[in-house]
Nanobody
């Protein structure tokens, strides 16, 4: 099974940018759809973005469209989430997750493997 490790979180002012990375090891990385989810204190984990196995298809939740960009490099076993124009409401722990099923899915329960998360804090 694939193991995932997130990095790149931190503290940033509103309007700033962060670039999250998800590094994978084990398994065949290109056989997994990769998703990013986030969980704010007291809230349920929510879908942010996902990318297909080849990287040819992406999907975003409405609140991040036009601000976040997901990309993958299958040769390097990495997925990135470029986050621009950050808002205080983006503050959360961000997780990457791997889904071995065909097709992009926005449901957390459909993802089999999760990273430990990285904290993103956006100050106003």
């Amino acid at each position: 099974q694939v193991q995932l490790v997130e990095s790149g979180g931190g503290l940033v002012q509103a309007g700033g940018s962060l670039r999250l990375s998800c590094a994978a090891s084990g398994g065949t990385f290109s056989s997994y759809v990769i998703g990013w989810f986030r969980q704010a204190p007291g809230k349920e984990r929510e879908f942010v973005a996902a990318i297909s196995r080849s990287g040819g298809s992406t999907y975003y939740t409405d609140s991040v469209k036009g601000r976040f960009t997901i990309a993958r490099d299958n040769a390097k076993n990495t997925v990135t989430l470029q986050m621009n124009s950050l808002k205080p409401e983006d503050t959360a722990v961000f997780y990457c997750a791997a889904n071995s099923r065909i097709g992009i899915n926005i449901i957390a329960g459909r993802y089999d493997n999760w990273g430990q998360g990285t904290q993103v804090t956006v100050s106003s």
